[in-house]
């Protein structure tokens, strides 16, 4: 077991990529947090955990709220001893609209979740890992961090993920002597959130996979193996990188 007696926080838990990055954390041995606002929402997920009441807790937070955020990992760390991954998952998407349709309020809820979420996570968070000596940060970004899509208006979007794209290097680069490692796994077209209704009809599925190299949507778990690997000590010597996990997406001209 790859994360054996690790202590790990996943937020946004009850998403589909949350739920599966918390399923292969306890199946390699961890001790799992589900971290989101609805707490039957959380529950229900938790329950599909295999040996889920010894491997995992579901706890409610709101990440954009500060001290919510800081009495729950206060609370974590006070349980297990310890925090020793962190997967910054949780993240809200509008729907495609012209920017100079938006009001700031769609933009800053944009933000609130996207950046100053993350933020207040991973600050509280690395304060533990501090005590601890040892620690890995994986962001869940987007491909969208690098590219614009033709017709589908996620500027604002795009920009917060492209912001963590840097987060996640300038932490990796600031706490590398403290030996807290920080990743990004940016995910292309996933079976899951707002993409999923569309892939009931065989003729949109059909387009979307034929503009994938790989010839085939991703599914949760790709971004979940990728998220075990990032987390476990196999990954001892990565820290700063941007991991896309998209079938080749981003590597085509399409």
């Given at each position: 077991m790859?994360?054996?007696?690790?202590?790990?926080?996943?937020?946004?838990?009850?998403?589909?990529?949350?739920?599966?990055?918390?399923?292969?954390?306890?199946?390699e041995g961890?001790k799992?947090?589900?971290?989101?606002?609805?707490?039957e929402k959380?529950e229900?997920?938790?329950?599909?955990?295999?040996?889920?009441?010894?491997?995992?807790?579901?706890?409610?937070?709101?990440?954009?709220?500060?001290?919510?955020?800081?009495?729950?990992v206060?609370q974590?760390?006070?349980?297990?001893?310890?925090?020793?991954?962190l997967?910054n998952?949780?993240?809200?998407?509008n729907?495609?609209?012209?920017?100079?349709?938006?009001?700031?309020?769609d933009?800053m809820?944009?933000?609130?979740?996207?950046?100053?979420?993350?933020?207040?996570?991973?600050k509280s968070?690395l304060?533990?890992?501090l005590?601890?000596?040892?620690g890995?940060?994986?962001?869940?970004g987007s491909?969208?961090?690098?590219?614009?899509?033709?017709?589908?208006?996620l500027?604002?979007?795009?920009?917060?993920?492209?912001a963590?794209?840097?987060?996640?290097?300038?932490?990796?680069?600031?706490?590398?002597?403290?030996n807290?490692?920080?990743?990004?796994?940016?995910p292309?077209?996933i079976n899951?959130g707002?993409i999923?209704?569309?892939?009931?009809?065989?003729?949109a599925?059909?387009?979307?996979?034929?503009?994938?190299?790989?010839?085939?949507?991703?599914?949760p778990?790709d971004?979940?193996?990728?998220?075990?690997?990032?987390?476990?000590d196999?990954a001892?010597?990565i820290?700063?990188?941007?991991?896309?996990?998209?079938?080749?997406?981003?590597s085509s001209e399409?």
């Open positions: 790859r994360l054996r007696d690790k202590v790990a926080i996943v937020t946004g838990a009850s998403s589909e990529i949350g739920l599966e990055i918390s399923k292969r954390f306890a199946e961890a799992v947090v589900l971290i989101g606002r609805n707490r959380l229900k997920a938790r329950s599909l955990i295999k040996n889920h009441e010894a491997n995992t807790v579901a706890i409610s937070c709101d990440i954009t709220n500060e001290s919510q955020v800081i009495q729950t206060d974590i760390n006070q349980h297990y001893g310890k925090i020793d991954i997967v998952n949780a993240g809200a998407i729907d495609p609209i012209h920017f100079h349709e938006m009001n700031e309020s933009w809820s944009l933000v609130n979740v996207n950046l100053f979420g993350t933020f207040k996570m991973t968070v304060v533990k890992m005590e601890n000596k040892n890995s940060i994986i962001n869940i491909i969208s961090s690098e590219r614009a899509i033709p017709k589908v208006h500027t604002v979007y795009c920009t917060t993920k492209s963590i794209n840097m987060f996640t290097k300038g932490i990796a680069i600031e706490y590398a002597r403290k807290i490692r920080c990743n990004c796994i940016n292309g077209i899951a707002m999923k209704p569309y892939l009931d009809y065989p003729e599925r059909k387009v979307l996979e034929e503009r994938q190299p790989l010839n085939r949507i991703g599914e778990i971004v979940a193996n990728a998220a075990v690997y990032l987390a476990s196999e001892s010597w820290t700063g990188i941007i991991m896309n996990v998209d079938g080749g997406k981003s399409g």
